[in-house]
């Protein structure tokens, strides 16, 4: 996933602990944890990972298009920072992922190593979830593609069934009034045959045997 790759290679430079990508769910207004990791996660419990999946006004945040850093963690009583505070992490960003000014989802990195991120270091991780945000929403375009062509042919199937359908209804429904046709055809060929010329036979015999 791009958004490991990004953490992995950033995380000795910076001195990341922990990275959180949140993308957007099928429910509305709502975000799912996509992936997260880094040492911080790791060493915690399971039952304590578990707590950061749908953090506190994530999605408010995340709604003004604009990031958010917060930084003295284990000083402060922001609700949003528990699970933060819980990880032992001291400093700790967001960035929205957007696409037209369209969020797509979140990234978060946090740090144990110091009580803030300097404004270099803001700088270069909001460039970095700029470049996240390009690549997930080109996956989600070639997901939904490779989606589009694998339905595709079941879709043609169902289209090709109902013409034929549609065909063999035609069919049956024409084939009644062409043998009443026909029928007449005969008669008047029987009856008045000897009163048209060869022409009009020749007509009546096309009939017949159509």
């Known amino acids: 996933r ?49 707590k950061f999946s749908t953090p506190p006004g994530l999605l408010e945040v995340a709604s003004e298009h604009d990031s958010w850093s917060a930084a003295l963690v284990q000083n402060s009583v922001d609700p949003r920072l528990a699970f933060a505070r819980r ?49 997930q929403d080109r996956a989600l375009y070639e997901r ?13 199937r169902v289209k090709v069934g109902e013409l034929e359908a549609f065909s063999s209804s035609v069919s049956h429904d024409l084939r009644a009034p062409l043998r009443t046709m026909q029928g007449y055809a005969q008669l008047l060929m029987e009856d008045h045959g000897q009163a048209l010329d060869e022409e009009g036979r020749d007509f009546l015999r096309r009939i017949c045997l159509s």
Not at 25 to 41: C, E, I, K, Q, W
Not at 87 to 106: K, Q
């Open 144 to 156: 939904d593609l490779e989606r589009t062509v694998r339905d595709r042919p079941a879709e043609l």
């Open 87 to 135: 990880l032992g992490l001291r400093a700790y960003a967001s960035f929205p992922l957007l696409v037209d000014r369209c969020l797509i989802g979140t990234l978060a990195f946090g740090t144990r190593q110091r009580d803030q991120f300097s404004a270099d270091d803001l700088e270069y991780l909001r460039t970095a979830s700029n470049f996240v945000a390009m690549a």
């Open 2 to 50: 791009v958004a490991r790759q990004v953490y992995a290679h950033l995380k000795d430079e910076l001195g990341l602990d922990a990275y959180f990508n949140y993308l957007a769910s099928t429910v509305p207004n709502r975000l799912r944890l996509d992936s997260f990791g880094g040492a911080a996660l790791d060493e915690s419990p399971a039952n304590e990972r578990s």
